[in-house]
């Protein structure tokens, strides 16, 4: 696969396809990473919900699988303040679910909790040395990241506006994931917190291509050959795809997770605050048409999932997140292997 229009992605991070396995937290598993790699892609393994004990497991079964480039991605957030009184009105809002459920209502509320970067993070990237680090809510703070660097990892994080992207750029980035509106799982927004000015991608990559130096990777509704050569046409050096993996029997979801990706329109997924406290795009369940997708009385992230859990364990299809990107209806049930090869061969064909 040495005809790529553009390489710089290809020799900057030393793959052979230009096509990162999205890291998503819960449904990606070693299993995933490896078989990406295999196939000649970027394997991501994400960190925001494993402990540092779990995070150490799975990079060493994926090291002790062969010497591809990994990726490993870290959510950089700031911890939100206390805010009980916050706490306590998502908590009430939620009481009627918890009566009809037979959900104690009056028990202690679970911890919801994603760690951000830190220093036992840092350590981790630096026992470890993956190929690259990426980052998904802005960067963490110059001392981490100058750690992260010294490693030789290269470094990406995620732009949903072109704002974004100049910031990460002058900020040390070595590639940036233009991650449009239609996109899957969080948004990676952390200049705004503004919705509405978020930017699909066909119109946030080119811009983005022409207002940075750094090789740029197109991210949001790519889930066919057809994304690739697309998102190749306007200017990215690679493209990184989500949801079409959780097709694979490598990924790990529920049962009702399960069934709404295989069910679900493709006009049947909206973002929504309801799960963590930060937008995240997902298929829309009963929490989210009788609450309202976005509900300013969710607390901050990442503390929204913590009152619903109860409910979770007794309904899951209506009270869990059901991540999925706009380009749901293009997953198909195959392999993360063989998804990734005929991605990357029928785009290649495409761009000759």
């Given at each position: ?335 993360t292997c063989a998804l990734t090869r005929e991605l990357a061969e029928q785009a290649l064909a495409k761009l000759q």
């Amino acid at each position: 696969m040495s005809t790529w229009p553009d390489t710089r992605i290809l020799d900057l991070l030393g793959i052979e396809v230009p096509i990162i396995q999205a890291p998503m937290a819960g449904a990606t598993t070693t299993a995933m990473v490896i078989a990406a790699n295999e196939a000649g892609a970027l394997g991501s393994m994400p960190a925001a919900a494993l402990s540092i004990e779990q995070l150490r497991e799975a990079l060493t079964t994926i090291r002790q699988a062969g010497t591809r480039p990994i990726n490993v991605n870290f959510f950089c957030h700031q911890p939100p303040a206390p805010d009980e009184a916050r706490d306590t009105r998502w908590k009430a809002l939620l009481e009627p679910y918890y009566r009809e459920l037979g959900a104690d209502f009056d028990a202690p509320t679970p911890v919801s909790n994603r760690a951000p970067f830190n220093d036992d993070a840092c350590r981790v990237v630096e026992e470890f040395r993956p190929e690259v680090v990426s980052f998904h809510f802005g960067l963490p703070e110059k001392s981490l990241l100058d750690r992260v660097k010294a490693t030789g990892a290269k470094v990406l994080s995620s732009a949903t506006t072109v704002e974004e992207a100049l910031w990460l750029e002058q900020h040390g980035c070595d590639a940036i994931i233009a991650m449009g509106f239609e996109a899957g799982g969080h948004r990676g927004m952390f200049l705004s917190d503004d919705i509405n000015s978020q930017i699909g991608l066909f119109a946030l990559l080119p811009q983005v291509v022409d207002a940075v130096s750094v090789p740029v990777i197109a991210a949001g509704g790519i889930a066919d050959a057809r994304g690739i050569v697309a998102a190749f046409a306007l200017g990215a050096s690679a493209v990184q795809i989500g949801t079409a993996y959780l097709f694979t029997p490598q990924a790990t979801v529920t049962a009702s997770h399960h069934h709404a990706l295989r069910h679900a329109q493709a006009s049947e997924t909206a973002l929504t605050n309801l799960f963590t406290g930060r937008p995240a795009r997902g298929i829309v369940n009963r929490v989210m048409r009788e609450l309202g997708a976005i509900n300013p009385a969710a607390p901050a992230f990442p503390k929204a999932g913590g009152a619903l859990m109860p409910l979770k364990t007794r309904d899951e299809a209506g009270f869990s997140n059901l991540w999925a990107g706009q380009a749901v209806r293009l997953g198909k049930d195959i392999s993360t292997c063989a998804l990734t090869r005929e991605l990357a061969e029928q785009a290649l064909a495409k761009l000759q």
